[in-house]
Every structure is written in C-alpha cells, then in structure tokens.
C-alpha cells in the first residue's frame, strides 16, 4: 500500500500516539487507539471479549486480508481520518 510506513523503533511513549491508522488483533492496543480518538481497524479473529464486542460498534474489524486493506486505505484518506475522530465527540 502507499503511504503506509511500518513502525520500526521504540518509543518513550505509546507509538499508538503516533500512528495515522492502528490496525491490529490486540485487543489493548485498539482499545488505546480508540481513547486517543485513532482510527482503528481490528483483526480480531478470537471470541471477542465483552469490550471488544463494544468496541467494534465503532470501528471496522474484518478477518478477511483484501477488506482489512481497504479498511486502512480509507482511513488514510485525510477527511475520512478527521471525520473519525470527529465522530467520536
């Protein structure tokens, strides 16, 4: 995908904080991308947890590869980011 840079160092703080877009199957990194008003995609492909169940009410999950891209190729988008984090005002 263009546009996407994989992070590859450690950080003092959460990288979550620096992501345009987490996408991921864990469970609290989702959770911290959501409380940080992140776009999220999750591949949970587990019986999701009672605050997963919840928390996909707002974000996309899929366990399918082409449509988990998808999902992250919209969020790229800069108006589909913002709108986002606007959404969860």
Request: charged letters at 20%; hydrophobic letters at 45%; zero cysteines.
């Amino acid at each position: 995908m263009e546009k996407v840079n994989v992070i590859d160092s450690s950080f003092h703080d959460s990288p979550v904080a620096h992501a345009d877009v987490a996408l991921g199957a864990a469970e609290t990194m989702l959770m911290e991308a959501f409380v940080l008003g992140k776009p999220a995609v999750s591949a949970i492909y587990w019986e999701p947890s009672k605050p997963v169940v919840e928390l996909h009410r707002y974000i996309p999950h899929s366990i399918d590869p082409p449509q988990i891209a998808r999902y992250v190729d919209a969020y790229l988008n800069e108006g589909a980011s913002k709108e986002f984090s606007e959404g969860l005002r």
